[in-house]
């Protein structure tokens, strides 16, 4: 059953795999021709077409900028929608969000409901380092702004050393260089992300590694 932040990790693989199949037939495309626009592999994308993968954060927004079709309508399998026009607003309640997780952690995507925004707001429950692993790292486009909202966590980017960032404490940075947070512990942290990709598309987001 979905929970109340989102859809299942289920429905949102079948989501994505519908709006690629449809996408393909309508074009005439081959898996060939769509790996080149979008720059995922083709095994990955028959992989997800055929519901044996469930595609990672930085392969949805590959996706969505290759194709031109927003982030948020390729998690719902909607088709397009107008660009995001003036005096438009959205407004999402306390946990209400659309949710995906990955290794960096437990997203809640906010402001789904426009599209082709130049601003990618989420807040994101950063889990400890697991032990005997390197915590995750993420390289996109653009520019992010972090807030902490609760917890300590450590923010690592390249060529810096490590900072800790606690409840109320900020970070401004180039997000094409490699970055990445995880939580001080026990517990989780948590953080509002703002990404800015500067073109009205969601940004490479979350080339992650575990």
């Known amino acids: 059953m979905p929970d109340a932040e989102g859809v299942t990790a289920e429905h949102e693989a079948g989501s994505v795999a519908r709006i690629l199949s449809d996408m393909r037939r309508e074009n005439g495309w081959t898996l060939a021709e769509m790996s080149k626009r979008t720059g995922v592999s083709?095994?990955?994308l028959s992989k997800i077409e055929n519901g044996q993968s469930q595609p990672a954060f930085s392969v949805l927004t590959r996706l969505s900028s290759g194709l031109g079709v927003d982030f948020a309508d390729l998690l719902e399998g909607r088709g397009?929608?107008?660009?995001?026009?003036?005096?438009a607003r959205t407004i999402n309640r306390r946990g209400e969000g659309k949710r995906l997780e990955n290794d960096m952690g437990v997203y809640r995507l906010l402001a789904t409901e426009l599209a082709a925004k130049a601003l990618t707001p989420m807040v994101i429950d950063i889990p400890p380092a697991a032990e005997n692993t390197e915590p995750a790292r993420s390289v996109h486009s653009g520019e992010e702004f972090v807030y902490v909202?609760?917890?300590d966590v450590i923010f690592e980017m390249v060529p810096y050393a490590p900072v800790i960032l606690a409840e109320?404490?900020?970070?401004?940075?180039?997000?094409?260089s490699e970055h990445g947070f995880y939580a001080t512990g026990p517990g989780n942290a948590r953080i509002l992300s703002i990404c800015y990709s500067g073109s009205g598309e969601a940004p490479d987001h979350l080339t992650v590694s575990s």
């Open 42 to 44: 083709i095994s990955a």
């Open 80 to 87: 397009g929608r107008p660009s995001f026009a003036r005096a």
């Open 168 to 176: 109320g404490d900020t970070v401004y940075f180039d997000a094409a």
């Open 149 to 151: 909202l609760s917890g």
